[in-house]
């Protein structure tokens, strides 16, 4: 066992989360109580995670549900991160982590490469849906930033000729070509400086380290497909305006 779950454990994990709350409060890089709700919020979705999964891996309408409920909480999620005002826009977000998501996981069953069972399902879903989820976050609130930052350059633009998809596009497409490199950091550093959590979980499963570490590729390699057309798609939806910040 990697770790033991006891009091020690417990305490320790309520220390280390106390202490990230005083780092960001002393620093001042957002509000503390933030940090202190995010973990609580982790905690309380694992165990309730941990408790259902025994039995929604067991039933296809159960595991169904289950999956759309990943994707729906990664769509609101993504949603507020880009446009935090509420409105029609935030809905958007819907699509670059399905347009995503969803051939990979059809390619993966239908090749046998992931059996269609929801002990295996489940988790390589997650991994997709929450490398989609950074990917749109990352190039919605970039993209959208720097247009707002560079406005005067898509006037410049329009006023040369550009349409306004080009126009934003030219402003646009480097910023959110930042949401890319995050993923490929870690696919460049892997074995040197982490150990991911797929390898790690394999090696403790029982399988052997070969074994262990083409699996890790294969989720890193899906991981790059995926947060590349996440990010595509997000820029896509920011130059043709549907992506949007309410003006204030």
């Given at each position: 066992?990697?770790?033991?779950?006891?009091?020690?454990?417990?305490?320790?994990?309520?220390?280390?989360?106390?202490?990230?709350?005083?780092?960001?409060?002393?620093?001042?890089?957002?509000?503390?109580?933030?940090?202190?709700?995010?973990?609580?919020?982790?905690?309380?979705?694992?165990?309730?995670?941990?408790?259902?999964?025994?039995?929604?891996?067991?039933a296809l309408p159960l595991l169904l549900c289950f999956l759309l409920l990943m994707y729906a909480v990664a769509v609101r999620t993504a949603g507020r991160r880009v446009?935090?005002a509420p409105g029609r826009a935030w809905p958007w977000a819907a699509v670059p982590i399905a347009a995503a998501v969803l051939?990979?996981?059809?390619?993966?069953?239908?090749?046998?490469?992931?059996?269609?069972?929801?002990?295996?399902?489940?988790?390589?879903?997650?991994?997709?849906?929450?490398?989609?989820?950074?990917?749109?976050?990352?190039?919605?609130?970039?993209?959208?930033?720097?247009?707002?930052?560079?406005?005067?350059?898509?006037?410049?633009?329009?006023?040369?000729?550009?349409?306004?998809?080009?126009?934003?596009?030219?402003?646009?497409?480097?910023?959110?070509?930042?949401?890319?490199?995050?993923?490929?950091?870690?696919?460049?550093?892997?074995?040197?400086?982490?150990?991911?959590?797929?390898?790690?979980?394999?090696?403790?499963?029982?399988?052997?380290?070969?074994?262990?570490?083409?699996?890790?590729?294969?989720?890193?390699?899906?991981?790059?497909?995926?947060?590349?057309?996440?990010?595509?798609?997000?820029?896509?939806?920011?130059?043709?305006?549907?992506?949007?910040?309410?003006?204030?």
């Open positions: 066992m990697l770790l033991h779950v006891n009091a020690t454990f417990v305490a320790l994990l309520a220390t280390l989360l106390a202490l990230a709350a005083g780092v960001v409060a002393v620093a001042r890089l957002g509000r503390p109580r933030d940090t202190l709700f995010a973990g609580a919020r982790a905690a309380t979705q694992l165990v309730a995670v941990s408790l259902a999964i025994g039995w929604v891996v067991r446009v935090p051939p990979v996981v059809v390619a993966l069953l239908l090749t046998g490469v992931v059996p269609p069972q929801g002990i295996a399902l489940v988790p390589v879903t997650g991994i997709l849906i929450g490398g989609a989820l950074t990917a749109t976050v990352l190039a919605g609130r970039r993209s959208l930033d720097e247009l707002a930052t560079r406005w005067g350059e898509v006037e410049a633009g329009l006023a040369l000729g550009l349409t306004d998809r080009e126009a934003r596009m030219e402003v646009a497409r480097e910023a959110a070509s930042d949401a890319l490199l995050p993923g490929m950091d870690q696919t460049r550093t892997v074995g040197l400086v982490t150990l991911p959590g797929a390898f790690v979980g394999m090696l403790l499963g029982g399988a052997s380290p070969l074994h262990a570490g083409a699996v890790q590729l294969f989720v890193l390699v899906a991981l790059l497909l995926v947060q590349a057309v996440a990010a595509a798609v997000t820029l896509e939806l920011v130059t043709r305006g549907r992506l949007v910040r309410p003006q204030p």
